[in-house]
């Protein structure tokens, strides 16, 4: 009650406290949609292409349970034994121009790429290299500044390539090149078409008498 002399002042409810508790969510209600991230504008989409071209060969070559998956990437070449050249190269990247130290193996026209030199039949290549569509295979220090250095030229880009010594390099230059003569000619051969040596029909000379109508 207000004293004696007190102005009577309407009652006012208490402030609601801090540590009110919430109202405990029923199973009817749904919770707050998520935004989708937007993609990292840094990444450019030839590199998210490349990350997701390495995310399937990886995810080929995790699966065992395809054995034809390593001939569907090679081409029908037995790239596991009986290479013409094989040994350690470092690449640059396609899209990423980092360099990559990969395991080579030249064999019947085609310039296969792993991880590791542990090959075997089971092996998803990394990457291959018709050389047969090549142009040229030749030194390239003076491009890069570096040592050992070479490159090989397609119609649509030029790969370049670092070898161990000026030894190896020279040995992957020739015997890349005589692999681009080889199969190039193979294929030029089989691409030739030669009218004149197709059978053509003989004509009847016609004669220089002619025989007057009889009347």
């Not at 207000?2 to 919770?31: D, M, W, Y």
């Amino acid at each position: 009650m207000p004293r004696f002399g007190e102005p009577n002042l309407p009652r006012r409810n208490p402030a609601p406290s801090a540590h009110t508790p919430t109202r405990p969510r029923t199973h009817l209600e749904s919770p707050p949609p998520v935004a989708n991230p937007a993609p990292d504008p840094q990444i450019p989409p030839a590199a998210m292409a490349a990350s997701l071209w390495r995310a399937v060969m990886d995810s080929v070559s995790g699966s065992s349970s395809s054995p034809s998956a390593p001939d569907a990437a090679s081409g029908g070449v037995e790239f596991w034994h009986g290479a013409e050249r094989a040994g350690w190269l470092n690449k640059q990247g396609e899209y990423i121009k980092t360099w990559r130290r990969r395991w080579f193996v030249l064999k019947q026209g085609r310039l296969f790429w792993f991880k590791d030199p542990a090959v075997t039949r089971a092996s998803v290549p990394r990457g291959v290299i018709p050389v047969a569509s090549c142009l040229t295979v030749k030194g390239a220090e003076d491009v890069l500044n570096r040592q050992f250095a070479f490159e090989l030229s397609t119609p649509a880009e030029t790969m370049y390539f670092i070898a161990d010594s000026e030894k190896e390099k020279e040995e992957w230059i020739n015997s890349i090149g005589r692999s681009i003569v080889q199969h190039s000619c193979s294929i030029a051969d089989a691409e030739v078409v030669d009218y004149d040596s197709r059978p053509q029909a003989t004509t009847q000379p016609k004669d220089s008498q002619e025989t007057e109508p009889a009347a």
